[in-house]
Each structure stands twice: as C-alpha cells, then as structure tokens.
C-alpha cells in the first residue's frame, strides 16, 4: 500500500522560512520522480517543484530562486526548503510520486502573513 506522509507546514511571517518533508512508503522510491504541489483557495492546484530519479529539478516561475526540492532516497524523503516566502505563497502543499498517479500526500497547510 503506497503511502505519502507531509509534514512542515505552518504560520510564518513574510520573508521567513520552512522546510517541508514527505516520507514515502510502499513504493520503490529511489526509481520514482517526486513533485511538490499546492493549492490555495479558490484555484487550482499546481505543480510546484519537481525531482527526478537523478536528481535533475525544475521548478515554477514563481518559486525559482525561492524554493529548493532535494530527495533522501535512504530515507525515502523528499523536501522542500521554502524561503523568502510570500503571502501568495499561502497553500497547501501536497507531495506526489510519480507523473499522472494518485499518489498524493495529505497535505500540509503553509500560511505566510504579510
């Protein structure tokens, strides 16, 4: 049974940082790209920043230069150090394995006050 678990989300003023993490179970993870997702009220979700097996990334326009996605294949981890952070970038944040899969995380909730 695949499993995604997010974690490190939470209140924090413009400017500041998080790191958000996502352990993956039932899956062989080291041979699966990883993404970051979020979605804020009212829109869609959106594909936020992506890691492939080897380890080539990329990112949305909005976030580059911000945010950094790096993987743990030991710990079967993805994360998503997020600084500079912006009220816009107010979401939840979902983790997901693979392109095109229902494997999604339960998300976790980044709130940026301005």
């Known amino acids: 049974q695949v499993q995604l678990v997010d974690s490190g989300g939470g209140l924090v003023q413009a400017g500041g940082s998080l790191r958000l993490s996502c352990v993956a179970s039932?899956?062989?993870?080291?041979?699966?790209?990883m993404g970051w997702y979020r979605q804020a009220p009212g829109k869609q979700r959106e594909l936020v920043a992506a890691?492939?097996?080897?380890?080539?990334?990329n990112y949305a326009d909005s976030v580059k230069g911000r945010f950094t996605i790096s993987r743990d294949n030991a710990k079967n981890t993805v994360y998503l150090q997020m600084n500079s952070l912006k009220p816009e970038d107010t979401a939840v944040y979902y983790c997901r394995a693979g392109w095109g899969s229902n494997y999604w995380g339960q998300g976790t909730q980044v709130t940026v006050s301005s």
């Open positions: 890691i492939t097996t080897g380890g080539n990334t």
């Open positions: 039932g899956i062989i993870f080291r041979v699966i790209d």
